[in-house]
């Protein structure tokens, strides 16, 4: 460890060749507004009208963000009318890892029980394994009550509990319905217009319309098999990308593989399996690998598409876009959850001291204050998850290879070196800076073990090409996230900074 230390001061001198760029202006992107869904009512109440309209909120969708926002704003006495694609249980390969951090906004909004009488798994922390290696990180829980802890499950049951909870209650309408159009009249959305099951089309108005979508790695399930580590997740730096296991039940293990490249094997035809049995099945933990065989084998298996989309807004008022709909990342780290509940808590703090959402001008200011006070934690979240995937990729790159290997022995060296980068991607500490020092200090790391014993020149110059290629994976995604945003946004002008005081 000592020649390490040394190597990485004589390394630190490498980060003064670096400098963030500015932030070159966004290109606005076009946002759809056409969903094709089926049509059935789940529970109904009041119909809304257009003048004196008894809904206060149109929420588009019924999924983690959209039922939580639901029964929150519900809660709080707010008039909302969610209408949702498809009102049956979900079956998706996604959206069913929840950080502690995500679960401290589940207790915060008061839907804990959510996640009680579904077979839901405890989560305690990750293991890696790289190379027949392996080491565990605990989530830093020490200070927290004995309940909090990450937790996985079956999407689709955790979906429905908080649509039920948010349907129960008397001013919450939830509907099935295919929204085909946002209203808009002089440049603000008034409500939707929607299919029935009967062929009709309706249109629902409320002052604010909210849009949740989500988004549809190769995925399939292990049954009756025991994780090496029980209660934590797996990562396990495969060639040529991670592999992902988690508990979703008590007897079913999710495993996700990531498939670089545009073209996935077919499945149809049998490419896909082929592709898991010979490429993925070796780089299994050896007490996975005949489960892993055998659901390859059932042929239960499940793809998706996988995009990061930054969140860049282009407020349109009396309309808020939330979920997938707004913001993506890789879901390597499970952090998707964790940032919309987040933001939930966000927008409710905002609007609770708006009396009435009729007020154009005053809702309209708050919900731009909503895009800048969700990035910190949000970006984060985001750019760890960005950063870590490309980390964790195989790559022919020299520099890279070392890179990944640092990382590996950085988080495998215990104490501060594990628990700060864990309770960055857990979200229990989601701060900018923290993240970007973390990152550079595995790059120093390993360039202070490529000084050492010597410092050869090729040594020199593939340490300086780390350096440069850490800069190169974390600067862009910072920069799409934006800067000023996540580090400094006190400095965006025209920003609430915190609700007024009711009278």
């Given at each position: 460890m000592d020649h390490y230390i040394?190597?990485?001061?004589?390394?630190?001198?490498?980060l003064l060749l670096f400098v963030v760029r500015r932030n070159d202006s966004k290109k606005p992107r076009k946002v759809s507004t056409t969903y094709k869904t089926q049509n059935d009512v789940f529970r109904s109440s009041v119909n809304a009208g257009k003048n004196g309209s008894p809904t206060d909120v149109i929420i588009v969708g019924a999924g983690v963000a959209g039922a939580a926002l639901a029964h929150t704003l519900g809660k709080d006495g707010r008039r909302v009318h969610v209408i949702e694609r498809d009102v049956t249980e979900p079956d998706r390969i996604v959206g069913e890892l929840l950080q502690p951090g995500g679960y401290l906004k589940l207790v915060e909004l008061g839907l804990e029980d959510c996640v009680e009488e579904i077979d839901a798994q405890q989560v305690l922390g990750y293991a890696l394994f790289k190379d027949g290696k392996s080491t565990r990180l605990s989530y830093p829980l020490e200070k927290f009550h004995a309940d909090v802890s990450g937790r996985s499950f079956h999407n689709g049951r955790f979906i429905q509990r908080m649509r039920e909870k948010a349907a129960s209650l008397p001013n919450v309408r939830l509907e099935q319905g295919t929204v085909t159009s946002l209203l808009e009249e002089n440049g603000t959305i008034k409500g939707v217009q929607y299919k029935t099951k009967d062929g009709q089309e309706p249109r629902?108005?409320?002052?604010?319309?909210?849009?949740?979508?989500?988004?549809?790695?190769?995925?399939?399930?292990?049954?009756?098999?025991?994780?090496?580590f029980a209660n934590h997740g797996h990562v396990i730096l495969a060639d040529p990308s991670p592999i992902l296991f988690y508990p979703i039940s008590s007897t079913e293990v999710r495993c996700l593989v990531d498939v670089p490249g545009q073209k996935v094997p077919s499945i149809s035809n049998g490419e896909m399996a082929n592709y898991l049995k010979t490429m993925v099945a070796p780089q299994v933990p050896p007490e996975l690998h005949e489960a892993f065989i055998s659901a390859v084998e059932r042929g239960n298996i499940r793809?998706?598409?996988?995009?990061?989309?930054?969140?860049?807004?282009?407020?349109?008022?009396?309309?808020?876009?939330?979920?997938?709909?707004?913001n993506m990342r890789h879901p390597l780290t499970g952090g998707g959850m964790t940032v919309a509940l987040s933001d939930i808590v966000v927008l409710r703090n905002l609007l609770?001291?708006?009396?009435?959402f009729n007020d154009a001008a005053s809702l309209g200011r708050y919900l731009e204050s909503f895009y800048t006070l969700r990035k910190p934690v949000a970006s984060t979240i985001n750019t760890l998850a960005g950063a870590l995937y490309k980390v964790f990729s195989s790559s022919p790159d020299q520099a890279r290879k070392e890179m990944r290997q640092a990382c590996f022995d950085y988080l495998s060296l215990g104490g501060v070196f594990s628990t700060g980068p864990v309770a960055l991607l857990s979200g229990l500490n989601p701060r900018p800076l923290s993240l970007v020092l973390h990152f550079f200090a595995v790059a120093i790391y390993g360039?202070?073990?490529?000084?050492?014993?010597?410092?050869?020149?090729?040594r020199m110059w593939i340490g300086a090409r780390l350096i440069s290629g850490a800069s190169g994976i974390i600067f862009p995604i910072i920069k799409a996230e934006g800067v000023r945003q996540m580090?400094?946004?006190?400095t965006i002008p025209a920003v609430y900074r915190a609700p007024p005081v009711e009278d």
């Open positions: 040394a190597g990485t001061l004589i390394a630190a001198v490498f629902a108005y409320a002052p604010l319309t909210i849009v949740d979508v989500p988004s549809c790695f190769v995925g399939l399930v292990l049954e009756n098999c025991q994780l090496p793809t998706m598409p996988n995009r990061s989309m930054p969140a860049d807004p282009q407020p349109t008022p009396g309309a808020l876009l939330m979920g997938d709909a707004f609770k001291p708006l009396h009435d360039v202070g073990r490529l000084l050492l014993p010597f410092p050869s020149p090729k580090f400094f946004p006190a």
